[in-house]
Nanobody
Framework: QLQASGGGLVQTGGFLRLSCVVS????????IGWFRQAPGKEREAVSC????????YFADTVKGRFTISSDNAMNTVYLQMNGLKPEDTAVYYC??????????????????WGQGTQVTVSS
């Protein structure tokens, strides 16, 4: 199971840190992806972290603003979001896939999903 948390309401330029706690999976054998879905839009990949080797993926829209990390002792992956913009407003989900992040993560490849956490950035 995956449990996402950390969303909230922030102003433009603000920051949030999302957490994804993983249970019931071999943590070092998976990759964790963060996806987001805004109203009326498709779910899109934001970032991904391969736990085993630390390889990462970031969407072009968040490069330089978002970072991803893990606390392997706590089976937790963090998405640090800095310099938030109104266009970052969405429900954010974490999801797991066995193995590694693909060059472009696709939602249908991920088989376990957290419940989503709302991020709202006001202008």
């Amino acid at each position: 199971q995956l449990q996402a948390s950390g969303g909230g309401l922030v102003q433009t330029g603000g920051f949030l840190r999302l957490s994804c706690v993983v249970s019931g999976l071999a943590f070092d054998s998976i990759a964790i992806g963060w996806f987001r879905q805004a109203p009326g839009k498709e779910r899109e990949a934001v970032s991904c972290l391969s736990i085993y080797d630390g390889s990462t993926y970031f969407a072009d829209t968040v490069k330089g603003r978002f970072t991803i990390s893990s606390d392997n002792a706590m089976n937790t992956v963090y998405l640090q979001m800095n310099g938030l913009k109104p266009e970052d407003t969405a429900v954010y989900y974490c999801a797991s896939i066995f193995g590694y992040c693909s060059p472009y993560p696709l939602a249908y490849e991920y088989n376990n999903w957290g419940q989503g956490t709302q991020v709202t950035v006001s202008s």
